[in-house]
């Protein structure tokens, strides 16, 4: 029995560089906050968080300096904590304030946030949890052949864990770049990342991939001559196609270049261009859903949708909305940048400054199924034209390739969401699978004796009461659970609330633990390991909270699991401080 267990733990430790990986998960919009302006206008950065994938934390930031103009990513650790993020201009750390070496990472500064849209990403670095890449578009206004393309190198173990940019400016590029439009995606391998960056009306793009061993660039030439304007570019979440997208100008329709791209050499093929003759548009936006079958194209005034599974992918076009009307002041809240999420939602941002942003709820739907749902999420600040720039920081390697060679298998990671898409029938509810690492079957259990194995499923309860739902996910090489309880009706408001079903408290950890269970749990286990995979604790657990002494244990990094019934409930990692 105890073989069994340290098994799985030595499976979990060994996999926990490839699982979780929530890098994205917090956003940060907006800026001219603090002393300027007063707390109740809109100045000041919006920041939000998906921990919960329901309902989404969002918080209004009155003490940060920075301005977002268009330049915008951000880096969460492997647990979705904020580390740092960069409007192009500096490096800002968790605490909101210039990383130290952080500044100044663009020529000019104008302290109101670098312009081009894409114009920075960040990597973390192979086989180094501390450390990563950030690359940045740098635009000479006076010289089209003088823009480039830098990285820089942030360690994050430095100055207590606020990070220090130890390489800055370190110049990558020069030459006539795209006005941003940096993608990227993972190697074949799981472990190392490909970037890509257009040549402005050029049929060059640059191709970097970054290793263990640092940065090697190469470049290919394919497609047409593109008027760069207003766009975006992005890799489809499987990293098997890429697509770039031009404002062109207004002599020539708006167009969509189409590629598919190999993981394995980093070269793209099969062009397939498209052009859109909606008048009076003004910059375009991209996204992908999940599941990397649909393309969503954000025109100004019309948001389109294209089966890109298809063998004619353009003929498929398919109209999801047209912008309805709304402004802010005088400015159309209109369609541009989109970028995935990591709650499955497409978010869509306006070429014009608004306190609001576009959702696609169900993206991996056909056609207006998708719900795209204008202005729903309003912002307590004002967005300007950035949208935080993301890679698919849960790809897994391309099993069965040639280039998979590094002993990194798809080990699938459940994750889900739920919600009441018709307020009409509060019993029913609508089940969406957001598990990672390419799972090939899913087996849902309602908590009420019933069960389905689709993706996506739709269920009606009989009735109100609280239910343990669980999401079981499997492929060839692995299986993983995670169970939720839903409190449909009972909560006193008549809405359905959810929790998750086991937790561990605090973190990091000193003299106890304290292990919660979900009400309508039956008793289950809890395990703790060191790092070396040795079992240092088991414990009989039930509803409610339940205390664990720790104080004889040494100071270090430990992983935990709660089991029922062989299944896992929760699991994750806490660290001992004394």
């Known amino acids: 029995m105890k073989k069994k267990y340290f098994s799985t733990f030595i499976?979990?430790?060994?996999?926990?560089m490839l699982f979780a990986q929530m890098h994205d998960n917090v956003w940060l919009f907006g800026g001219d906050g603090g002393d300027t302006t007063p707390a109740t206008d809109s100045g000041g950065v919006t920041l939000?968080?998906?921990?919960?994938?329901?309902?989404?934390?969002?918080?209004?930031?009155?003490?940060?300096?920075?301005?977002?103009?268009?330049?915008?990513?951000?880096?969460?650790?492997?647990?979705?904590?904020?580390?740092?993020?960069?409007?192009?201009?500096?490096?800002?750390?968790?605490?909101?304030?210039?990383?130290?070496?952080?500044?100044?990472?663009?020529?000019?500064?104008?302290?109101?946030?670098?312009?081009?849209?894409?114009?920075?990403?960040?990597?973390?670095?192979?086989?180094?949890?501390?450390?990563?890449?950030?690359?940045?578009?740098?635009?000479?206004?006076y010289n089209p052949f003088?823009?480039?393309?830098?990285?820089?190198?942030?360690?994050?173990?430095?100055?207590?864990?606020?990070?220090?940019?130890?390489?800055?400016?370190?110049?990558?590029?020069?030459?006539?770049?795209?006005?941003?439009?940096?993608?990227?995606?993972?190697?074949?391998?799981?472990?190392?990342?490909?970037?890509?960056?257009?040549?402005?009306?050029?049929?060059?793009?640059?191709?970097?991939?970054?290793?263990?061993?640092?940065?090697?660039l190469d470049t290919c030439i394919i497609g047409d001559l593109v008027f760069d304007g207003l766009g975006q570019s992005a890799f489809s979440p499987d990293g098997s196609k890429y697509v770039k997208v031009d404002d062109n100008n207004l002599l020539t329709p708006n167009q969509v270049s189409l590629y598919d791209f190999d993981r394995c050499t980093g070269r793209l093929s099969n062009y397939r261009t498209h052009f859109l003759n909606d008048p009076n548009t003004f910059g375009i936006g991209i996204a992908f859903s999940k599941d990397s079958k649909y393309l969503y194209v954000n025109n100004t005034l019309i948001a389109y949708q294209y089966d890109v599974t298809s063998t004619d992918v353009f003929s498929t076009e398919t109209v999801v909305a047209e912008w309805d009307g709304t402004q802010y002041y005088i400015w159309p809240v209109n369609f541009y940048l989109g970028q995935l999420a990591p709650d499955g939602r497409v978010y869509v941002n306006s070429n014009n400054g608004s306190t609001s942003m576009h959702a696609i709820n169900f993206p991996d739907r056909m056609g207006q199924s998708c719900q795209f749902t204008q202005n729903a999420i309003l912002t307590p600040t004002l967005i300007q034209k950035e949208m935080p720039n993301f890679p698919n920081y849960r790809l897994g390697p391309l099993d069965?390739?040639?280039?998979?060679?590094?002993?990194?298998?798809?080990?699938?990671?459940?994750?889900?969401?739920?919600?009441?898409?018709?307020?009409?029938?509060?019993?029913?509810?609508?089940?969406?699978?957001?598990?990672?690492?390419?799972?090939?079957?899913?087996?849902?259990?309602?908590?009420?004796?019933?069960?389905?194995?689709?993706?996506?499923?739709?269920?009606?309860y009989d009735a109100k009461g609280v239910y343990t739902v669980c999401l079981v996910v499997s492929n060839a090489n692995s299986a993983d659970t995670l169970c939720r309880v839903l409190e449909l009706g009972v909560s006193g408001t008549g809405d359905v609330n959810e929790s998750i079903a086991a937790s561990i408290s605090p973190n990091p950890f000193s003299d106890r633990l304290v292990v919660f269970l979900s009400t309508g749990i039956t008793a289950s286990v809890f395990r703790?390991?060191?790092?070396?995979?040795?079992?240092?604790?088991?414990?009989?657990?039930?509803?409610?909270y339940q205390s664990i002494q720790t104080n004889d244990l040494p100071s270090g990094l430990y992983f935990w699991l709660i089991e029922s019934a062989s299944d896992v409930l929760q699991r994750g990692k806490c660290l001992k401080i004394q």
């Open 146 to 216: 003088g823009w480039k393309l830098f990285s820089h190198v942030i360690d994050m173990a430095k100055n207590n864990g606020l990070g220090l940019v130890t390489a800055k400016r370190q110049l990558l590029v020069q030459d006539s770049l795209s006005g941003g439009k940096i993608s990227a995606t993972k190697h074949a391998n799981g472990r190392d990342w490909w970037f890509v960056v257009p040549r402005e009306y050029s049929k060059k793009y640059y191709v970097g991939l970054l290793t263990p061993n640092g940065i090697r």
């Open 48 to 141: 939000i968080k998906f921990d919960n994938l329901e309902s989404l934390e969002i918080q209004n930031l009155q003490n940060p300096t920075v301005f977002f103009y268009g330049t915008n990513t951000s880096m969460c650790d492997s647990l979705g904590n904020l580390l740092f993020y960069t409007n192009g201009e500096h490096i800002y750390s968790k605490n909101h304030k210039i990383m130290s070496n952080g500044n100044k990472i663009a020529a000019i500064i104008n302290g109101y946030g670098y312009s081009p849209p894409q114009g920075a990403i960040a990597l973390p670095y192979p086989s180094n949890m501390n450390i990563y890449l950030l690359l940045t578009i740098e635009i000479d206004p």
């Open 528 to 544: 703790l390991f060191d790092s070396t995979g040795r079992q240092v604790r088991e414990a009989v657990v039930s509803a409610g």
């Open 400 to 460: 069965g390739s040639a280039c998979d060679t590094l002993g990194l298998d798809n080990h699938p990671l459940a994750r889900w969401r739920w919600e009441q898409e018709d307020t009409l029938q509060p019993l029913s509810i609508t089940f969406t699978d957001l598990s990672d690492y390419e799972p090939a079957n899913w087996y849902w259990t309602f908590g009420d004796g019933q069960s389905s194995t689709a993706q996506y499923p739709v269920h009606v």
């Open 11 to 16: 499976l979990f430790f060994s996999l926990s």
